[in-house]
């Protein structure tokens, strides 16, 4: 499997990130976000490039799960409005978190249809708000970063995330 080039991970995980901020509205935090090679939220087996680790425990429903999931896609095809997709970017795609996202549908909506239905009013959600001007500058801020320095952490990834707060508008 190829992995992505950095400055599309970088996008993808600081889009996880951003996503995981709004949705988390002081009930849980992000608390680190990589690019580092081998690293993995989903435990040793199974070894990707890339994290976004939260600080708490994040209760969420189907939508908010979709919103989280689906993110670092939906920051790709933003990126990609503005940079033209290289051959190799159009191959590869975020297989484990569409598998997720469609294990945790499955579970309440056996027909893939509804399925299908969510995924479409989540990516629709996600697309509004990285249009959002301020969204989209601290996606490419944190992506900017993650690409000098690989992982952020802490008090500058809190500093970074905090001005989000006062734009959750996720559940409107």
Known sequence: MMMPNRQRLAYHEAGHAVMQTLLGRGRFAVAEVSIADGTSCVGTLLRKQGHSLLGGN???????????????IAAENRYFEDNAPAD???????????????????????????????????????????NAPATWRTVEELAGILMKKETVAG??????????????????
């Open 88 to 130: 190799e970017d159009k191959r590869w795609g975020a297989a484990s978190d569409i598998d997720e996202w469609e294990n945790a549908c499955r579970r309440l909506y056996p027909d893939g249809r509804q399925t299908r239905l969510v995924g479409l009013n989540v990516m629709r959600k996600l697309h509004e708000i990285f």
């Open 58 to 72: 994040a209760d969420l429903n189907l939508y908010e799960l979709g919103l989280a999931t689906l993110a670092g």
């Open 155 to 172: 008090e500058e990834l809190q500093g970074l995330l905090s001005g989000l707060l006062e734009n959750s508008f996720v559940g409107r």
